[in-house]
């Protein structure tokens, strides 16, 4: 899950659009304070972070607190938010979008914490990442990135209405250099004629 959240999120805030965003097993909303013990606990793994571009190990209550901090931020073309499982409120990951280039181009980035994989958890936050996004924005279009011996996070892409562009390299904190990611891109205008994904789900 490479770029699928650069773990500080630096360059993401959460946007004032109307929250939470509802899917069938998660939300998102804002993350708070009383959420710092289970981020800081499902982001300090190697894996996690290995996946990512930004994200540090070990993940410390520091960096729990400064994510937290730019939540509440507001940017253009930018969201920060916990996953939360509506069954229990728990936060179990991040998902954010923004312009992390100087042509504006908007990333979306996420993860979950290891106990939560395998489970669809992230192709549900990523369409609700999505539908905010391109409902509460006016990119034309979002990217994403994976890691090339990431076949989870391209599942997640792919089944969220992404689009294969193309191979490149970026430096990855967690892996402790540059790694091989596949990037891909959804239009305005595929993402309007998915708009009713996950529904009878």
């Known amino acids: 899950m490479v770029v699928e959240s650069d773990g500080l999120l630096d360059e993401s805030s959460l946007v004032a659009a109307p929250l939470p965003q509802e899917a069938v097993h998660v939300r ?6 009383d959420d710092l013990a289970d981020l800081v606990f499902l982001a300090n ?5 290995a996946n990512l571009a930004m994200m540090p190990h070990p993940f410390t209550l520091e960096n729990g607190r400064a994510l937290i901090a730019r939540a509440a931020q507001v940017r253009k073309n ?3 938010f916990a996953i939360r ?5 728990r936060l179990i990951g991040v998902a954010k979008y923004a312009a992390l280039e100087e042509d504006g181009t908007v990333h979306v980035g996420y993860w979950l914490g290891e106990p939560f994989w395998g489970r669809g958890y992230a192709t549900e936050a990523v369409h609700a990442l999505v ?8 990119m ?7 890691r090339v011996t990431n076949p989870a996070s391209r599942r997640v ?10 191979q490149a390299m970026i430096r990855s904190i967690g892996a402790g250099g540059s790694v091989p990611i596949e990037r891909y891109v959804l239009d305005r205008t595929v993402w309007k004629s998915l708009k009713g994904w996950g ?3």
């Open 28 to 33: 998102l909303d804002v993350p708070r304070k």
């Open 45 to 49: 793994n190697k894996t996690v972070a």
């Open 78 to 80: 930018t969201g920060l």
């Open 85 to 89: 499982l509506k069954s229990t409120g």
């Open 131 to 138: 539908d905010h996004a391109f409902t509460h924005h006016d």
């Open 140 to 146: 034309d279009e979002l990217q994403g990135s994976c």
């Open 157 to 166: 892409l792919v089944k969220s209405g992404f689009q294969y562009r193309d």
């Open 199 to 201: 529904q009878g789900q």
